[in-house]
């Protein structure tokens, strides 16, 4: 099976604190997963659970502590000291349109520099040329856009836009970071459906960060839900979310909104006062709120199990007495 990006045991630990009480917290704890060429693969889960770090340290902006990741074959290693995989087929759209853009600079001016840095266009011609071309893969032209600052454009286009920049220079991997989540409510599936017609029409893998599992089940192939650095539970979309093992991942089912599916859940599970404690934890990172939880969730750590096609870090599938519900 091709796989366009590979993520084998990545591990980021940050040191916090002062030099008479730093603490050690590791942010990415030894996650693996992979993306296919046209695939949308997403990883889930409520805020600080290592879904973002684990895109910074893909686009290099962190450095990984261990592990390794492989994209078309090249080790991350080889590239060290490139701040983005520019030159190696990856970009990336970020949550905040709005801080994506300098206010006081036309929005053009980014598209002419990035066709001059790679070598794209010979004229200005063929530069606008490209750039249209490409905007219409967004739905927008470029009459629309050109000579425009940010705040000439609602939030929906100037996301838009950021995912137009992304795509002008022919990626391959998409590395798209909560990229909804500030659009209005009425533009979030158009932008989603946009990343579905992408993958089909371009071939394009996208890896898809996001807290939002409504959006999540509708645009994804596979997904993994990631909670305080560990990835708890990967599958299919269909299975990890319409039949949870995972605890974590029940909870998270079960606060989705059923009358409305294509809304964001209405409970946003953040637990900030438990974060660093969660993060600290000996043994498995759910177990101070896991109703199922036992002796062995709270000294050691649980492993991949493999149920039915989906991988599971829990102790409930791994011969042990508590059951989980349905």
């Keep these: 099976m091709e796989k366009l990006l590979e993520v084998k045991n990545l591990t980021k630990v940050f040191t916090m604190g002062s030099i008479l009480s730093r603490v050690r917290l590791t942010a990415t704890d030894d996650v693996s997963f992979y993306i296919k060429p046209g695939e949308i693969f997403t990883l889930a889960g409520e805020s600080g659970c290592g879904k973002t770090t684990t895109a910074k340290i893909i686009l290099g902006f962190e ?138 029409e371009a071939s394009l893998g996208v890896l898809y960060i996001t807290h939002d599992l409504a959006t999540a089940y509708y645009v994804s192939e596979r997904i993994a839900i990631m909670f305080r650095g560990n990835i708890v539970e990967m599958g299919p979309v269909e299975k990890v979310l319409m039949e949870p093992k995972h605890p974590y991942s029940q909870l998270l089912r079960e606060s989705i909104p059923e009358a409305d599916p294509t809304k964001r859940w209405s409970k946003r599970i953040v637990l900030a006062e438990t974060e660093e404690e969660e993060y600290m934890r000996v043994g498995c990172k759910f177990a101070g709120r896991c109703p199922y939880v036992m002796d062995i969730c709270k000294n050691q750590a649980p492993q991949d199990i493999d149920v039915d096609g989906v991988l599971v870090k829990c102790f409930l599938y791994n011969g042990n007495s508590a059951t989980p519900h349905e």
């Design 63 to 200: 450095e990984p502590t261990s592990g390794t990741i492989i994209h078309e074959g090249k080790d991350r290693a080889e590239t060290k000291g490139k701040k983005v995989w520019q030159e190696e087929g990856i970009q990336a759209i970020f949550q905040d349109p709005f801080g994506t853009f300098n206010p006081l600079r036309v929005v053009d001016r980014y598209f002419f520099e990035t066709l001059q840095n790679f070598k794209m266009a010979a004229t200005k011609g063929e530069a606008i040329e490209l750039i249209d071309e490409t905007l219409q893969l967004v739905g927008l032209t470029y009459e629309e856009f050109a000579g425009k600052y940010p705040s000439e454009f609602s939030g929906g286009q100037l996301q838009r836009v950021s995912i137009a920049r992304a795509l002008l220079t022919k990626p391959n991997l998409l590395i798209a970071d909560e990229p909804v989540s500030m659009v209005d409510a009425s533009l979030r599936m158009s932008i989603v459906n946009l990343f579905k017609r992408l993958k089909e």
